[in-house]
């Protein structure tokens, strides 16, 4: 068994893309060795900012034998033909054999594929993963056709110690690497992966990121209790310094107090976006005036690295200042106009018609939901994009209605309008706050409805993983706003209120087509919502094509129902007979070229088990109608539940196709009133169908 050592060094890789190309030189490679019948024991991939690496243990040592078996010419064909096949085998050991063929008797060569050593397998196997290696972005340097993320320096390749010819661009493999940029003096010879990372690490690399993201964590955690602080958590920067550095070295910085009267989010935010710091605060979770910077090299005056990126700081800093001072001098109501110059989407019109759009929606939304003030509702949609124009959302845009809930604040708006106009964006992901005072809710869901009627009205969908104008987090935020604030808005009602915005805009919007395909849309979002939490995609497929219920309290609540509904006896075998009624009635229907779903003649239910179904079958029905009514779902799949017996005794004792063509007509359309019955409740078909899909899957 042999060990393969890998390492690729290049300039500064990006940090977002260091994990991700880790673990696709992992699978690539894996790939690629099993597709060459390579077997081995384990692998492991590895990045830092300047190098992917990766290692292969208990590799064969060549590829097995394999026995090959062709089949050639008929006999009796040429003697040409027959030259011509065992010359294409490219070996003479070779066994000539007859078989007997579906087409009559032929030849058959069988022989011996002997496997190649996998030193020489390696070279072209490596070189073609390279070669389409999956960067988001790549770039080719001088005159090479290869791309890579980042010019390439060196390469390392050893198969137990020895190097293996590999050439990529401009660069060929060897058993030399390089430390730290700064901290490392000249090449390193390597021998194998251990001894490749006892250098790197003498030579200020460490090469496992998972224990540079520790490292800055606990040293950070140090520093901030040193000075009776702690590190306030965010794990999206911790992560992005890991693939920053090489070698971490966090330090202690500070805050002129000149600037701590600036909004928190603005310090936080010129801090992170900016220069990568991580944030301190106190035991009451309130910004302190202190920093950690995580450095990438050890220097003999640590306090000249402090006092350069406090120097930096300031001047970002002072940049903030100003731009806060200057944006209090005018109202954000003064701003609004200055929106009119803001394009929200070229066939959608401005940022002002998107706000105006707002005013008029938001007002009826407010109709649903309870505790809303309506003269606040207007006013929170009138400014909502005000700071939009402004300079620090201009610098920062991260901050974009944040600073809104600051300026509508200094302006003495009310505070549910402030906070309306902070909170409008979100959710903005499934881990993100999703706001609950009325004001907040109105105007969250008028900006997203907003945005989703539009972009459908134009066309402007997502397609497959390509989503630029983030509709599907959109749509999200409303299935969230609705659920958790327990909403009785119908979808349907919300987008014909949203399309109306865009009645002078889009004066030939097919407003009937594009709510069903966002009803289609929101349906596969709520699947993906709810997948966390066990509910079948089945269950909702059904529900929302049996009525087109679009109150997702109410379907929610009748899913719930259904579900517990199939999981008992009687559901489960419901939902058996409605299979068998609806293949026979389809079947049926197929054949003859017509529909039976007319009401059957109860004159000519002849049988005892017939009439009971059929008289069941109509108390049923208006039970279960007055049960959806009342929304008392649970009732309604009792009245279900009676079916059972009925059901089950016509089947066991009924002649569907008899030969008589009228009992036959009526029977048919007496089977057909049972899957009727069950669609008033869910398309049970849809469960049976999506059941399947999903084992399919599984």
């Not at 243990?57 to 089949?71: A, F």
């Not at 200055?338 to 105006?356: I, N, P, Q, T």
């Not at 059972?644 to 009228?662: E, L």
């Amino acid at each position: 068994m042999a060990e393969l050592l890998l390492e690729l060094l290049s300039e500064e890789i990006p940090a977002r893309m260091q994990a991700r190309a880790a673990a696709s030189l992992g699978e690539l490679v894996g790939a690629a060795l099993d597709q060459a019948e390579l077997a081995y024991g384990s692998l492991a991939s590895y990045s830092t900012p300047r190098r992917l690496a990766l290692v292969v243990r208990d590799l064969v040592t060549s590829q097995p034998d394999v026995e090959i078996e062709r089949r050639g010419p008929r006999v009796g064909a040429p003697a040409q033909a027959l030259d011509g096949f065992l010359g294409s085998l490219g070996v003479d050991d070779y066994r000539l054999e007859e078989q007997d063929d579906r087409k009559g008797r032929v030849y058959v060569a069988r022989f011996i594929r002997r496997g190649q050593p996998t030193r020489a397998v390696l070279g072209p196997l490596l070189a073609q993963v390279l070669s389409r290696f999956p960067w988001p972005k790549s770039m080719r340097w001088g005159t090479w056709p290869v791309r890579w993320v980042r010019p390439l320096h060196s390469m390392v390749c050893l198969l137990d110690g020895e190097v293996v010819p590999l050439t990529f661009g401009p660069v060929t493999a060897g058993a030399v690497t390089y430390g730290h940029r700064f901290l490392s003096s000249g090449p390193i010879e390597v021998r194998g992966f251990d001894d490749y990372r006892r250098k790197l690490e003498a030579a200020f690399v460490e090469l496992d990121s998972a224990e540079r993201e520790r490292q800055i964590a606990a040293e950070a955690d140090r520093l901030a209790r040193a000075v009776q602080l702690r590190v306030r958590h965010d794990p999206g920067l911790l992560g992005e310094l890991t693939g920053l550095v090489e070698w971490p070295v966090p330090l202690l910085g500070r805050i002129e107090p000149r600037f701590m009267d600036l909004p928190q989010e603005v310090l936080v935010t010129s801090m992170r976006q900016h220069q990568k710091y991580l944030a301190l605060e106190d035991d009451k979770g309130r910004l302190a005036a202190r920093f950690v910077i995580v450095a990438n090299l050890r220097a003999e005056d640590d306090a000249a690295i402090v006092a350069g990126n406090e120097r930096v700081l300031r001047a970002r800093l002072w940049d903030a200042k100003f731009f806060w001072d200057q944006d209090r001098k005018a109202t954000l109501e003064s701003r609004v106009p200055g929106l009119d110059g803001m394009v929200f989407h070229a066939r959608l019109g401005s940022l002002g018609d998107k706000v105006r759009r707002l005013q008029a929606l938001a007002p009826r939304l407010a109709t649903r939901v309870p505790g809303t003030d309506a003269a606040q509702v207007r006013r929170a949609a009138a400014l909502c994009k005000a700071d939009l124009v402004s300079e620090m959302v201009g610098e920062f845009p991260e901050l974009q209605g944040i600073m809104g809930r600051y300026y509508a604040r200094d302006a003495g708006e009310p505070d549910s309008v402030a906070t309306a106009i902070a909170e409008h964006y979100a959710p903005q992901g499934p881990g993100d706050r999703c706001p609950t005072a009325p004001t907040s809710v109105v105007i969250a869901l008028a900006d997203k409805l907003d945005t989703l009627a539009g972009f459908f009205a134009i066309g402007e969908k997502p397609t497959g993983s390509k989503d630029p104008f983030a509709l599907r987090r959109a749509a999200l935020g409303v299935l969230r706003l609705i659920l958790e604030n327990g909403l009785r808005l119908p979808l349907r009602v919300a987008f014909e209120q949203a399309f109306a915005g865009y009645a002078a805009k889009l004066s030939d919007l097919d407003r009937t087509g594009v709510a069903a395909e966002l009803l289609d849309f929101f349906a596969d979002r709520l699947k993906v919502h709810l997948r966390t939490e066990g509910v079948r995609h089945a269950l909702i497929s059904a529900v929302f094509a049996a009525g087109h219920d679009d109150d997702l309290i109410r379907l929610l609540a009748k899913v719930d129902a259904l579900r517990d509904f199939l999981a008992t006896d009687d559901g489960a075998n419901l939902l058996i007979a409605h299979r068998r009624a609806s293949n026979i009635v389809r079947i049926e229907e197929k054949r003859d070229g017509r529909s039976y779903g007319g009401e059957p003649d109860s004159a000519r239910l002849e049988q005892q088990e017939e009439r009971t179904l059929y008289a069941r079958l109509t108390s049923v029905a208006d039970e279960i109608k007055g049960a959806l009514e009342r929304e008392a779902f649970t009732e309604a799949m009792a009245a279900l539940a009676k079916l059972r017996r009925p059901v089950d005794a016509f089947f066991d004792r009924v002649t569907v196709n008899t030969d008589d063509p009228r009992r036959r007509e009526n029977r048919l359309r007496l089977l057909a009133r049972i899957r009727s019955a069950l669609g008033t409740v869910a398309d049970f078909s849809l469960i049976e169908d999506t059941e399947a899909q999903e084992r399919q899957v599984a």
